[in-house]
C-alpha cells in the first residue's frame, strides 16, 4: 500500500479543490460550530452542498429548508426558534476518528484526467485523482477541509486515524434489486438507505435549490444545485423522471453542446465519480436533460451547466434513493 501525506495528495488533486473563502486577502478559519450546523442538517436531509465549516449561499439555502420543513419563520439564521427545533438532534458529534483501512483506501486512482472528451474517453475509467479526494466525497466534503481537519502530516495509510465530518448512514440496508456494484457506490459515498419517498420534485433557479416534498406535500429534503446557465437555460416546466442510470458512461456528442469543438467525433466516455455526470443520471422526459452528479462538488449553486440539474454525487446518490420513475419533477423561475 502507497502511503499518502494529506499535504501531498492535496497538491496531487489539486484540479478538482476550491480554495478556501477568503475576506479581504485572508483565509476564513473553519468554525466548528457551523461545522456541526452543517453536519446535522446534512443528516437531516437539508443538505449544504459541501460540509467545509463555513457560512455561505449553501449553508443558508439549507437553513431555510429546514425552516420551511418545520413551519419556522424562513430567515437563513440559526436563530432560537432554529435552534429549539434543532435540539433533539443536536448531541449529534460533529466529527469522527476512523481508522483507515485497505479497502478504504483502495483505488483505482487516475492522478491526471484529460480535459478533452475525446482524450477521456480513451481511459478505462474517471476514476478519482488521489486517496484524499475519495475520502473528501465518502465524507461530503473537500480535501482541503480533511486538511484542515488532521493535519498537512497525517499519513493516508492502513491504521491511520483520520478525523471526518460524521456523515455515517444509520443503515445500509440498500435495495437489494439494486446491483452490488451500485450499491457499493452508495455504500462508498455515506448514503443513507433509510430515506423519504419523493411524490414530486421542485427545482427553483431563483434560489438555486431542489425541494423533494412527500406525498403530504411536506418538504422532507433539499439539495443545493447548479440550473443551467445562459446559453443553455434550465428548462421551465413539467416533467417526470423517466428511470435513473447508475455509475453512468456519457454520450459525448459535441452537436448538442454550444461551446464544444463541432470538429470533434462523437465519444462514449467511461464511468466514475469525476465524469461529466457524476456517479447517477436521473433521466427526464425532456431529451437531452437529466439531474446528475459532478466531478467538481464545490462549485455547486456557484457555476453553470448546460441546462441540466447538477447535485454533489453524495446528494444525487441520496435523491435516487428517494426518486422513483414516473416522479413529477419540476423546474420554475
Not at 453553470?304 to 440539474?309: D, I, L, T, Y
Request: aromatic content about 8%; some cysteine; charged content about 20%.
Amino acid at each position: 500500500m502507497r502511503r499518502f501525506l494529506l499535504l501531498l495528495a492535496l497538491g496531487f488533486a489539486a484540479p478538482a479543490i476550491a480554495q478556501p473563502e477568503v475576506s479581504r486577502g485572508k483565509q476564513i478559519p473553519l468554525d466548528r460550530n457551523l461545522l456541526k450546523m452543517q453536519v446535522v442538517l446534512d443528516r437531516l436531509g437539508f443538505s449544504p452542498g459541501v460540509i467545509d465549516g463555513r457560512a455561505g449561499m449553501s449553508l443558508t439555502s439549507a437553513i431555510k429548508g429546514f425552516q420551511e420543513s418545520r413551519g419556522l419563520p424562513v430567515t437563513g439564521q440559526p436563530d432560537a426558534p432554529t435552534m429549539q427545533a434543532l435540539a433533539p438532534y443536536w448531541g449529534t458529534e460533529a466529527t469522527r476518528t476512523l481508522e483507515l483501512n485497505a479497502r478504504v483506501l483502495a483505488g483505482p486512482y487516475l492522478p491526471e484526467i484529460p480535459k478533452s472528451e475525446v482524450d477521456q474517453a480513451k481511459l478505462p475509467g474517471l476514476y478519482y485523482r488521489s486517496p484524499l479526494e475519495k475520502l473528501a466525497e465518502m465524507f461530503h466534503t473537500t480535501p482541503r477541509v480533511l486538511v484542515e481537519l488532521n493535519g498537512p502530516q497525517t499519513m493516508l495509510m492502513p491504521g491511520t486515524k483520520v478525523v471526518f465530518p460524521n456523515v455515517l448512514p444509520t443503515s445500509r440496508a440498500y435495495d437489494p434489486e439494486r446491483t452490488d456494484e451500485w450499491r457499493a457506490t452508495l455504500n462508498m459515498l455515506n448514503v443513507d438507505a433509510v430515506q423519504p419517498e419523493a411524490s414530486r420534485i421542485v427545482v427553483d433557479k431563483s434560489d438555486k435549490v431542489l425541494r423533494v416534498y412527500d406525498k403530504a406535500d411536506k418538504l422532507v429534503a433539499q439539495f443545493q444545485v447548479t440550473t443551467g446557465s445562459q446559453h443553455d437555460p434550465l428548462p421551465i416546466g413539467k416533467w417526470t423522471i423517466k428511470g435513473a442510470d447508475y455509475n453512468p458512461k456519457f454520450h459525448y456528442n459535441p452537436a448538442l453542446f454550444w461551446d464544444a469543438d463541432k470538429s470533434d467525433d462523437k465519444a462514449q466516455l467511461p464511468p466514475g465519480p469525476n465524469g461529466p455526470v457524476g456517479v447517477v443520471w436521473l433521466d427526464l422526459s425532456k431529451k437531452h436533460y437529466g439531474i446528475h452528479g459532478t466531478p467538481n462538488p464545490e462549485l455547486i449553486g456557484r457555476s453553470e451547466s448546460h441546462g441540466c440539474v447538477r447535485l454533489t454525487n453524495w446528494d444525487v446518490a441520496r435523491l435516487s434513493v428517494m426518486a422513483k420513475p414516473g416522479t413529477p419533477a419540476i423546474f420554475q423561475e
